[in-house]
């Protein structure tokens, strides 16, 4: 600094204890507040709650900043060049602090100004891309349970049911209709309950059950404990791959289980694959995985034996 040394520019000791003094002084309140920057990420993020970060931005940097500067200061005037420590308190050297302090503030700002926009463009696009996934996700489960296919075996199914079984005929029709409004009311949700999903999947499966009758075993968990998501028609496609990719048959019946194990829900059936192969629509597990991926770090979990085939779902809980 100027002001400790007369010929400052001849003096190559001098020289040297400034270039420490500077370098020391940049990297400390650099790596510092990136540090502190770092932290502040995994306990409240830009997008999450940008006012409380802000504030909490501008205290927790201006006093480590602030700190940082006294001592590097006191490393400088006491132990580079062997000064009294009252200097510190001098006007100049305040005037210096304070000088350092605001100019480590305005930049700290700056860069935190830049990384506030970059995470507000990815929480952006990755909104945007849940939004198509998710919309894809619904689009294919309507097209299922309308396409031409699940209407003439519901249809046929229920014309063996009028006149035999009324009241099971109305049952059926019931959660028929039950089907089509679970599909079309979650449409716009990003998870739901999984009690909710369970009971779509009761639905769902009571129609094929009537369509295959003793060839297809499901068995779902009765009773869950609540607080706990999941994306909407995630069970539902899995439950829809197993029917449509293996053989159903009285002699030879699937068996699916659905079961909860901690916080996962764990989906799992016996292998019997058909002889043809329908062709894969390339959503499926890919469109369920590519969900959790926006809504959490846990991944879908998918094993394959000789004799069955497992899925595992993170559940979600929001807290």
């Given at each position: 600094m100027l002001l400790l040394c007369a010929n400052c520019f001849t003096d190559g000791i001098w020289v040297v204890r400034n270039f420490t003094y500077a370098f020391l002084l940049f990297s400390i309140l650099w790596l510092g507040n990136g540090f502190l920057g770092t932290l502040l990420n995994r306990v409240v993020t830009w997008v999450?709650?940008?006012g409380k970060r802000f504030l909490i931005t501008i205290v927790s940097?201006?006093?480590f900043s602030a700190v940082a500067i006294?001592?590097?200061n006191w490393v400088y005037i006491v132990l580079l060049n062997g000064l009294s420590a009252e200097l510190l308190?001098?006007?100049r050297f305040r005037w210096t602090m304070l000088t350092q302090l605001l100019v480590t503030f305005f930049i700290t700002l700056s860069v935190y100004a830049v990384s506030f926009l970059r995470s507000w463009r990815e929480a952006a696009v990755k909104a945007e891309r849940f939004q198509k996934e998710n919309a894809l996700s619904?689009?294919?489960a309507l097209k299922n349970q309308v396409n031409p296919h699940f209407l003439f075996n519901s249809l046929n199914a229920l014309?063996?049911?009028v006149h035999p079984s009324p009241d099971l005929a109305v049952k059926f029709i019931k959660q028929l209709s039950e089907v089509y409004r679970y599909v079309l009311d979650s449409q716009h949700k990003e998870v739901v309950a999984l009690e909710e999903e369970l009971a779509f999947a009761q639905r769902y499966v009571f129609l094929q059950q009537i369509r295959h009758a003793d060839g297809l075993q499901v068995t779902l968990p009765e009773k869950v404990p609540t607080g706990y998501f999941l994306p909407p028609l995630a069970l539902q496609m899995?439950?829809?791959?197993a029917i449509k990719h293996n053989k159903i048959l009285a002699n030879e019946p699937l068996h699916i289980q659905v079961t909860m194990e901690g916080n996962t829900l764990?989906?799992?059936n016996n292998l019997q694959p058909k002889t043809q192969h329908e062709l894969p629509s390339g959503l499926g597990l890919a469109n369920i995985q590519a969900r959790y991926q926006m809504l959490t770090n846990r991944k879908m979990e998918v094993a394959s034996t000789d004799t069955s085939f497992i899925v595992c779902l993170p559940l979600l809980t929001f807290q």
């Open positions: 999450d709650n940008p940097t201006t006093l006294l001592l590097v308190l001098s006007m619904q689009y294919e014309t063996s049911l899995l439950l829809e791959n764990r989906v799992e």
